[in-house]
Nanobody, 125 residues
Framework: QVQLVESLVGGSVQVGDSLTLSCDKSGATEGFYSVAWFRQDAGKERQGVAAMSSDDKIRYADSVKGRFTISTDHAKNKYTLQMNNLKPEDTSVYYC??????????????????WGHGTRVNVSS
């Protein structure tokens, strides 16, 4: 069974700072899949941030284009979200998720069936 575990490097930050989120994927995978980062605030819908397919195609939400970068180290089964020029509206709980049998980097939460536990990002002004 595949598991996803998020970790955060950088701690609490201020506007304009940078943070790095990592997602370690364990367990065997076969076929096409997509790994994505989502974020969700209390009482709000989960929002797709960035996704990467198993053949390294990438998609970003408009709100993070030019600021966030998703990357992967396939040998280490690690996905990274580099977040630069952070804004107060980036404050949220961030989740790593995987969708199986999907060849494109999708940002629809309903397609994802494996989720990490989430990690909180706080950006203060």
């Amino acid at each position: 069974q595949v598991q996803l575990v998020e970790s955060l490097v950088g701690g609490s930050v201020q506007v304009g700072d940078s943070l790095t989120l990592s997602c370690d994927k364990s367990g065997a995978t076969e076929g096409f899949y997509s790994v994505a980062w989502f974020r969700q605030d209390a009482g709000k819908e989960r929002q797709g941030v960035a996704a990467m397919s198993s053949d390294d195609k990438i998609r970003y939400a408009d709100s993070v284009k030019g600021r966030f970068t998703i990357s992967t180290d396939h040998a280490k089964n690690k996905y990274t979200l580099q977040m630069n020029n952070l804004k107060p509206e980036d404050t949220s709980v961030y989740y790593c998720a995987a969708a199986w049998g999907i060849a494109s980097p999708m940002l629809l939460p309903a397609l994802y069936t494996t989720w990490g536990h989430g990690t909180r990002v706080n950006v203060s002004s």
